[in-house]
């Protein structure tokens, strides 16, 4: 909790809550009056308190022209009081709203009975300029925060003149001795013996900060009800920093290593893919190429076809008589030949008829020869054995000649 | 959700802004998923490629079976351009043939009894067979040794009709040779000019 007043004396208390409902206050400070500006005080009485990463950091200042009010509205949900303020505002400060901010708390809501759909609210507007100035001196300290207001939107009642309150240093001791305890029982806080001994000034300034303190634990206000507007991004503290940038860093890897998966997917799919239209156009070639050669040589082809189908005739008739001459068992002998085209009949004769047509059926199973048949047989006088022959040669058109 | 709600208000142009260029994206992601698809081809594309080129392989070896087997024939024939009679290269095959026949019962050593008849049949424009009538009298060693010397020369001649069958069939001295030969004359100059290219 940092609290400056009037003349720009920075005070700062550290505050803790404890299960019990307990606060402690671990230490206190109060900066050098020989410091110059506002920022420099700042930073010292920061640097002093030691605040942790996990503190919640409150600023209170004392805007000049501040304006504090209460008003009894109609019990309205937060977000609908906003407006209803927004209207109603303008007749109640001297300056045009636009110029202010200004924030807002319900103080208490109407019980049973009558008033119970009245709520009083305490409205606090401070002029932008002040606002802006206040703004940029803490920026120039490097000070982040959770919370910026003014100490009188912590107070739980509205005294006629706050500003006069804040800076009495009899009723400040009032209010320190009730916090304390030491008169009626137990106080709220403990350790407020190291304020003991400083001076009525300090004293007055550090019991600010744990009457606003106070009320931020005791009351568990929200920052949203406190703060004046919306500090900057740049002034709000950034938390579990390695924590954040850690998980940054790791979604970062996560973003990349997805991204590399990703664009690897991409490439494999395009190279797989692009291998395959490649092989498909260069088949299609193949088989357009193919295509080409049965175009530019189909007159050729056609020949070739109409000769093979034309039939001129056998012109292996010596093969044929070799093959007979030399496939014939030696105890036969052909008598007569006749070709014509690829089929020939063959008058064969013999003496041994005992075995010969076993002998013959030899023949049949020459390659050269795709059909061979005995016809007939006729037993002639002498005892010769004749027999009729029908012979197809199938190797027409493939004479193998030397030179 | 205030903090946002205030914030957006105060940025109003910005988040108008922000929602046109999303709802740009959206339209561009829509009218062009199939091209935005090609880019990042998915598993279902690259299957139906995958489909597709399955039936080209198909396809192609389909094609190459096909285009070796023509090959073959049509190199065998080029191969043996000289079986044919190509009258730019050989001459006229009606005044040419019988000499040729001639001369090859002559090396033989083959007297021909007959030859003639000699006739041109015309297959198309391309094509014409020769047929010549041939008839002979003389040994087995003479008639055997006169069709292998036929054989072997150019142009081929074919036999459609061959009878070999003895003179007497009591003696097997004498042995008559009756046949028709044809030779295949191509006329057409493209398939000329190939086979001719080939012989030289």
């Not at chain 2, 008839?135 to 001649?157: V, W």
Request: with cysteine.
């Amino acid at each position: 909790m940092i609290y400056w007043d009037r003349g720009m004396n920075v005070f700062g208390a550290s505050i803790t809550s404890s299960g019990d409902g307990v606060l402690s206050l671990l230490k206190v400070a109060c900066s050098d009056p020989g410091i110059p500006d506002l920022a420099g005080r700042l930073v010292n009485v920061f640097n002093r308190l030691e605040i942790g990463e996990n503190h919640k950091i409150v600023l209170a200042a004392r805007f000049d022209g501040a304006i504090c009010m209460e008003l009894e509205l109609p019990k309205l949900p937060h977000h609908e009081m906003r407006k209803a303020l927004d209207f109603e505002l303008p007749r109640h400060i001297p300056v045009p709203i636009d110029e202010v901010i200004w924030t807002f708390r319900t103080v208490s809501e109407g019980g049973a009975g009558k008033g119970a759909a009245q709520s009083k609210v305490r409205i606090l507007s401070v002029s932008r300029k002040v606002w802006d100035t206040t703004i940029s001196s803490v920026a120039a300290s490097g000070i982040k925060a959770d919370v910026m207001t003014h100490p009188v939107m912590a107070l739980r009642n509205l005294p006629s003149d706050p500003e006069e309150l804040l800076d009495n240093h009899d009723e400040m001791g009032k209010a320190l001795s009730s916090l304390s305890g030491s008169d009626a029982g137990p106080g709220k806080f403990a350790g407020l013996d190291v304020i003991s001994g400083l001076p009525d000034e300090q004293k007055t300034g550090l019991l600010v900060c744990l009457l606003v303190g106070e009320f931020i634990l005791q009351e568990n206000v929200s920052s949203e009800n406190l703060n004046l507007s919306h500090l900057p991004d740049s002034m709000r503290p950034q938390r579990f920093r390695a924590i954040r940038y850690s998980a940054a860093a790791l979604f970062m890897l996560v973003l990349v290593l997805a991204g590399t998966l990703i664009f690897r997917s991409w490439l494999d799919a395009r190279d797989r893919y692009g291998k395959i239209i490649a092989e498909k156009q260069r088949t299609l070639a193949k088989i357009d190429e193919f295509k080409q050669e049965r175009l530019r040589n189909k007159k050729t082809d056609e020949l070739v076809k109409k000769i093979r189908d034309s039939n001129p005739g056998n012109p292996e008739v010596i093969l044929c008589l070799q093959l007979l001459s030399q496939k014939l068992p030696s105890n036969m002998w052909i008598t007569m030949f006749n070709s014509r085209d690829n089929e020939m009949d063959v008058t064969i004769c013999t003496m041994k008829d005992k075995d010969a047509q076993a002998d013959l059926s030899k023949l049949s199973s020459l390659p050269n020869f795709s059909s061979f048949s005995i016809r007939s047989t006729r037993r002639d006088g002498d005892g010769t054995l004749t027999i009729f022959v029908h012979i197809v040669y199938q190797d027409k058109l493939k004479r193998q000649k030397n030179g | 959700m205030d903090r946002i709600g205030t914030s957006m208000r105060a940025n109003g142009k910005v988040v108008a802004g922000l929602l046109a260029v999303v709802l740009l994206f959206i339209t561009v992601l829509v009218l062009y998923w199939k091209d935005i698809m090609y880019l990042w081809p998915g598993h279902d594309t690259i299957a139906i490629e995958i489909t597709t080129l399955e039936g080209l392989h198909k396809d192609l070896d389909k094609e190459i079976r096909e285009i070796q087997k023509i090959r073959q024939t049509r190199e065998a024939f080029i191969r043996q351009g000289r079986d044919f009679w190509i009258s730019k290269r050989d001459g006229d095959i009606e005044s040419s043939i019988i000499k040729k026949i001639e001369d090859v019962a002559r090396t033989s050593g083959l007297k021909l009894q007959n030859i003639g008849n000699a006739r041109l049949i015309k297959v198309n424009d391309d094509i014409s067979f020769m047929e010549v009538n041939i008839e002979a009298k003389s040994t087995m060693e003479e008639i055997s040794k006169f069709i292998a010397d036929l054989y072997k020369a150019n142009p081929c001649y074919y036999w459609r009709r061959c009878t070999i069958r003895p003179f007497n069939p009591r003696d097997v001295k004498e042995i008559v040779l009756s046949g028709t030969i044809n030779v295949i004359s191509l006329t057409g100059d493209g398939v000329a000019k190939i086979l001719s290219e080939e012989a030289r």
